[in-house]
């Protein structure tokens, strides 16, 4: 495999996930919650108040199990169910550990006056009513209208 960042982790998904909530705390977050489907944890929620705007945003950090173990899937040689665990379980630890050193950058350059929550965590406001993040309602072709030039 390429030199892909964190595939070999063997760090537990809950120590990522507490890391990225050690953070999202330093940087004044509030209301953070994991999202489980199938007793899974698929990502993190959280409230930030912005001072500026006045007003409390929603964000939403999703990890990407799914695609993480597709990668590493297409590269594997020997495929059996045995196989398929050993790369889900690998790739549930790598995609919460990049998870977890992208948010400690981001909360980082925050914390270091470069950036606010919301320059950051754009993408991921979330609308909890759709539960959609920004990224998928522009992804979708529902906010076009953004990306005309």
């Not at 330093?26 to 959280?46: L, M, Q, R």
């Not at 550990?97 to 950051?120: F, H, N, R, V, Y």
Request: charged fraction near 25%.
């Amino acid at each position: 495999m390429m030199n892909i960042k964190n595939y070999t982790s063997e760090i537990d998904p809950s120590k990522s996930m507490a890391n990225i909530e050690k953070w999202l705390v330093e940087i004044g977050a509030s209301n953070i919650n994991k999202i489980y489907v199938d007793k899974i944890c698929t990502g993190i929620t959280f409230l930030y108040f912005d001072l500026q705007m006045k007003q409390t945003i929603a964000f939403h950090l999703k990890v990407q199990v799914k695609e993480c173990f597709e990668i590493f899937w297409k590269q594997r040689a020997q495929k059996n169910d045995k196989t398929r665990k050993t790369d889900m379980d690998q790739a549930n630890r790598s995609a919460w550990k990049i998870l977890s050193d992208w948010a400690e950058i981001q909360c980082s350059m925050i914390l270091l006056g470069q950036a606010t929550p919301l320059q950051m965590f754009l993408p991921f406001v979330y609308d909890v009513k759709n539960n959609e993040t920004l990224y998928d309602k522009i992804s979708s072709g529902k906010m076009n209208h953004l990306l005309t030039y």
